[in-house]
């Protein structure tokens, strides 16, 4: 199943639901993002059709929550050309030098600007740019710029008429879910994680396509900044966890 079918599916497992008749699954994720809800409310449901971070909205009443839905692995949560991603690391006083420590990685091509000649896969860039691969996530890991990166790449994105209330990993019938305050949670619980790879918190960023080859087709892909979230089911579980913990 792919993920639009999947989201299609979830709007078709709420939408016109009375709470009562819904399953304790979905029944408790109702009763987490709605106050004062009762077992006789209905309840609406429809697509996002727009390129925003919600995929789905639910309603009772007039409150209308947003949610994001992810399913599968290698969880991506964001795509940003390089130009608006630079400019946003430099509106955070992010270093130069880690900017184009940022650059050189994201090409591996000896340049910063995507001219060069030869070109490498990321991991033989990592072996050999160890130190300044380390000062470029030193500068990544500050609590400041996580929390407006959790904005950016996961709750708001850059459509700012946008803010998911919880995101959800699963499909209908099996999922797991967190609210925007647990992710601002996770991103600056792990804000200090070590890695070699280009990151804030457990989001890495990467080149869309990197294209060794040199294909046409994906050339354009090189521009662009994929943020992927590969340890999201573990880190929702986690967060459970430690949410129990302190009931």
């Known amino acids: 199943m792919n993920g639009n079918e999947n989201e ?17 699954l979905k029944k408790e994720l109702i009763m987490d993002l709605f106050n004062n809800v009762s077992e006789t409310d209905e309840i609406r449901s429809w697509k996002n059709h727009y390129k925003q971070k919600s995929d789905v909205f639910i309603k009772i009443g007039v409150v ?16 940003e050309h390089i130009d608006t991603f630079i400019n946003f690391l430099k509106d955070n006083h992010v270093p130069q030098r880690a900017i184009n420590i940022f650059l050189s990685y994201l090409y591996a091509d000896g340049t910063i600007n995507n001219t060069g000649l030869h070109r490498i896969s990321a991991e033989e860039y990592r072996d050999s740019h160890k130190r300044d ?9 500050d609590p400041q710029l996580i929390i407006k990166v959790a904005n950016r790449f996961v709750i708001k994105g850059l459509v700012y008429n946008d803010n998911i209330d919880a995101l959800v990993y699963g499909t209908p019938n ?4 967190i609210k925007q305050k647990d992710i ?29 080859n040199r294909n046409e087709k994906y050339e354009y892909c090189r521009n662009y900044v994929q943020i992927k979230w590969y340890s999201l089911i573990d880190d929702i579980i986690q967060q459970k966890y430690i949410s129990h913990l302190f009931l």
């Open 8 to 24: 299609f599916n979830f709007v078709k497992s709420f939408n016109r639901k009375i709470v009562s008749d819904l399953d304790p």
């Open 64 to 79: 209308t929550k947003r949610i994001s839905i992810k399913l599968g692995a290698r969880n991506s949560v964001h795509l």
């Open 133 to 141: 691969l380390i000062y470029l996530n030193k500068c990544f890991s």
């Open 174 to 177: 099996d999922f797991l879910y």
């Open 184 to 212: 601002f949670e996770i991103i600056l619980r792990k804000a200090d994680l070590f890695i070699l790879s280009p990151h804030f918190g457990p989001l890495v960023c990467q080149s869309m396509h990197r294209c060794l």
